[in-house]
């Protein structure tokens, strides 16, 4: 028995010599590029700094630092920017103290970073001529970036309407056009219900709200400004709404979903212009969110837009944090551009610009604004683009948004005026709010999908490389 204890305590002496020796050649030095794993650098800076760092052990398993202690300053915020950046990740602040590990985001930027830029590309131009001949070089290239020049063929296929269903003062129906062979895009059509002549057209996109054209806040909208005496086209985004019968949500975040966005606006343009009822001479465009950034992109690259109103989207700060926003290299044109850029554009065609106080459109009055009007007034027209601002709202389509659109579109497209309140609010209760089945072209199941239809998103890349290669 003795003999195992003295066994014991010679390997117990053994290893503790090991784990001496080991530690001592673990000493860091150039030669190791002083690396210590991600984890246990956090660690540190939550220590030195007294803050507390959230995340996943997804995001921090297996990352490591190289030259990591040489990278602490005596600051906090300069230390994690020298460790997380060549990462790829930054610290988000959650609440005093308190910050919560993410991704880099290259479509974020600081206001002050986002102004300098806007600075910048704004002393290209001085005047008309020269702001003119800077906005011919940028359409065409925001074309190529897309991938749309010259643009796919049309499949000439009919849409596919369903039957119309009539309320006090409108009409709904439901359609789906072919955008792309056995690609579609879903929508309704919302139509005054006793239209006399050519009436204007509002196109929809829908933002990344859940359920978008589904919600109460959409069929307000659309339904509004149908009463109001226009024919108003609410759709899909790419993989979201009816799309998903032929694509999962996830392809929603691919890079060619951009593209297939704008060629899908472009198509239902085609349809709705062609229609005997369309006064092609008042022709708006409004979305919120990604469909803001949407609404400034469609705007830029198609004259037949007369009007257009992005709602919490635009800002010199922000690219589009989807990739359908910004996962084509839009911004790389003209030597780099950004949303404020595309969205002048737009001069001299009339333009409202509804920003909040808690997202990125924070401080549109301040600086992004007055350079919109200042392009505005290029023209002799600087009174035509316009800024409602909602600093105490947030990120949404509510009311007031809808409100400042009703007036806006209401001038814009000589409209019927809105119904109102006694406190002169929109009285939006003449509209009836659908339940989502009834909005669906396919069916309830998608049993009504056409035979032709893609299925995944791998067949859809298949058949637009092969379009990109015979174009090239």
């Known amino acids: 028995m003795k003999c195992y204890k003295k066994i014991i305590q010679l390997v117990a002496i053994m290893l503790c010599s090991c784990l001496m020796i080991l530690q001592a050649g673990a000493q860091q030095n150039s030669d190791e590029a002083y690396r210590r794993p991600l984890r246990e650098v956090l660690d540190s800076i939550q220590a030195r700094f007294g803050v507390t760092i959230r ?75 020269s702001w003119e001949a800077r906005k011919a070089a940028l359409r065409p290239c925001l074309l190529d970036a897309l991938q749309l020049n010259p643009m796919p063929a049309s499949p000439g296929s009919k849409p596919i309407i369903t039957a119309e269903r009539k309320y006090k003062d409108y009409t709904v129906q439901n359609i789906a056009l072919e955008i792309f062979p056995g690609v579609y895009v879903s929508g309704s059509l919302y139509r005054p219900l006793r239209a006399k002549g050519k009436i204007p057209v509002i196109l929809n996109p829908d933002g990344h709200w859940p ?11 659309c339904a ?53 009822d369309a006064d092609t001479n008042r022709v708006a465009i409004t979305g919120g969110s990604g469909a803001g950034s949407h609404t400034v992109l469609l705007t830029a690259i198609d004259d037949r837009i007369k009007v257009s109103a992005p709602v919490v989207s635009l800002s010199s700060y922000f690219y589009g944090g989807c990739p ?77 948004k809808r409100k400042a659109v009703y007036d806006f ?47 995944g998103f791998a067949e859809l890349e298949m058949r637009w490389r092969k379009v990109i290669s015979i174009k090239l």
């Open 224 to 276: 509004m400004l149908a009463r109001m005496g226009a024919m108003t086209f609410s759709y899909d985004l790419f993989a979201w709404g009816e799309s998903l019968l032929q694509f999962n949500i996830d392809d929603h975040r691919r890079s060619l979903s951009m593209t297939m966005q704008v060629l899908a606006t472009l198509r239902i343009m085609d349809y709705l212009l062609a229609r005997a």
């Open 324 to 400: 359908c926003e910004s996962g084509m290299p839009i911004h790389a044109c003209g030597g780099r551009t950004d949303n404020m850029e595309i969205a002048a554009m737009a001069a001299p065609r009339p333009q409202l610009v509804v920003s909040d106080g808690r997202d990125w459109t924070d401080r549109m009055p301040e600086h992004d604004f007055p350079y919109l009007k200042k392009m505005y007034g290029y023209y002799g027209v600087a009174e035509k683009v316009e800024n409602v601002h909602l600093p105490d709202e947030g990120h949404d389509f509510g009311i007031n």
């Open 211 to 221: 359920k978008q054209r589904y919600r109460a806040d959409c069929q307000y909208r």
């Open 409 to 455: 579109l209401q001038r814009q497209l000589n409209l019927k005026p809105f119904p109102k309140l006694t406190d002169g609010q929109p009285d939006e209760s003449g509209v009836v709010i659908e339940e989502e089945k009834l909005l669906y072209v396919f069916g309830d199941k998608g049993e009504r999908l056409p035979a032709n239809a893609v299925h």
């Open 55 to 129: 995340y996943p052990d997804s995001m921090v398993n297996n990352k490591w630092v190289s030259y990591a202690d040489w990278r602490f300053r005596p600051g906090f915020e300069e230390t994690a920017d020298n460790i997380l950046k060549p990462l790829d990740l930054k610290l988000k602040k959650d609440k005093e103290r308190v910050y919560k590990l993410s991704a880099y985001e290259y479509y974020r930027w600081t206001p002050e970073e986002g102004w300098a830029e806007l600075d910048r590309i704004a002393a290209l131009y001085n005047d008309k001529k």
